[in-house]
């Protein structure tokens, strides 16, 4: 058995489309932070068929009228200790297709979330690059990190930047996943304001505005200036210029959602106001800034040295998941 963890991480210049979905070519080039705090753990083992009988019959005595659900099922996939069903394991058994020789190669893996998962708080990206590196160990295959970051990507495209930290960078022209440099010490602050699983996917989001948003394109170039942009003041080390264009960045990809047709939002009324909260905090002098995913939660980007401040202050008023930055 291996035994692997692997961190998530929150983009401040976000990848959000995709130019060609088959090769995984972004439609944006994308920057993220690498977090210490937001995990995942994941165990591997070879396992047989009868180990997939035994233990889905063992499911099918807890829930009774769910056989249809664990169905020729070829690996086990446990998430959260449940058990999940053919559906959701065939999207893992391909990314582990990826590794194996052939599908006689059966595993079971058992993987756990320090964050709530699929709520939008990256749980895709710490858990598909632990699986991608469990893999790399159960396979024997001592793939570099980049190697890895590349494999990544085509079980989840933020995932391949989990390889690299604290800072990662997903280039969509040269296809390049690689570490971004600055003397700046980052940090984030979730802000965990619902828990529930989002009604929209990243991956069917970003599909329906790439290819519904009247703003689509706009969006796309856009994002170009962005990337540029964000590395050079990561490269000066000048924060407030970080963080104003990683708000920037962040509306501007959900103006996307807004912008489709239908349209929709990943922001309820609470997302408003906490970003009016932090505004107003910025106007009392402390540096923070906000950025948001496909879903409600708001994560609070600001530098490691008023992390205790700032988690005192967001700690009142919210349930926060507070992170430093992770060098990999
Ligand atoms: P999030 O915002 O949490 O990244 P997504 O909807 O983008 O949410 O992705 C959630 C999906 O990522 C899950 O449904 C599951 O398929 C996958 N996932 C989450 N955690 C893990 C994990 N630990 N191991 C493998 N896959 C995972
Ligand atoms: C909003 O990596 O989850 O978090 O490649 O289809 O699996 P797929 O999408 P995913 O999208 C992440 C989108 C985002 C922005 C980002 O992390 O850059």
């Given at each position: 058995m291996v035994k692997v963890k692997s961190y998530a991480n929150i983009a401040i210049v976000k990848y959000w489309g995709k130019k060609d979905a088959e090769k995984m070519i972004p439609a944006t080039s994308s920057i993220s932070l690498t977090l210490n705090d937001m995990f995942t753990e994941t165990e591997m083992e070879f396992i047989n068929d009868e180990d997939i009988k035994i233990a889905v019959e063992k499911e099918i005595k807890k829930n009774r009228n769910c056989e249809d659900k664990f169905l020729g099922m070829t690996d086990l996939f446990y998430l959260n200790g449940e058990l999940q069903d053919s559906v959701h394991t065939e999207k893992i058994s391909k990314v582990v297709d990826l590794f194996r020789e052939n599908r006689n190669q059966k595993v079971k893996i058992s993987t756990t979330n320090n964050m709530p998962t699929a709520?939008?708080?990256?749980s895709s990206s710490s858990g598909l690059s632990a699986v991608i590196k469990a893999c790399n160990e159960l396979f024997e295959k001592n793939y570099t990190q980049s190697e890895l970051a590349q494999i990544s990507k085509f079980g989840s495209g933020s995932s391949s930047r989990s390889f690299f930290g604290p800072i990662a960078a997903w280039d969509k022209d040269t296809g390049e996943i690689y570490e971004v440099k600055t003397n700046l010490k980052l940090a984030m602050i979730v802000l965990v304001l619902n828990e529930n699983k989002k009604k929209i996917s990243s991956r069917n989001g970003m599909e329906l505005c790439a290819k519904t948003s009247t703003y689509f394109d706009e969006w796309v170039k856009q994002s170009e200036i962005d990337f540029i942009n964000m590395k050079k003041y990561l490269a000066e080390n000048d924060f407030e210029k970080v963080g104003t264009l990683t708000e920037e960045n962040a509306l501007r990809m959900h103006k996307t959602t807004e912008t489709a047709n239908p349209p929709f939002s990943y922001f309820n009324e609470k997302t408003y106001e906490t970003m009016d909260f932090i505004k107003n905090l910025r106007n009392n002098g402390e540096k923070c800034y906000f950025t948001m995913d496909a879903g409600p939660n708001v994560k609070v980007l600001c530098l490691e040295e008023d992390l205790e401040k700032l988690a005192g202050i967001f700690g009142e008023k919210y349930k926060i998941i507070v992170s430093k930055t992770v060098k990999l």
């Open positions: 709520a939008g708080l990256s």
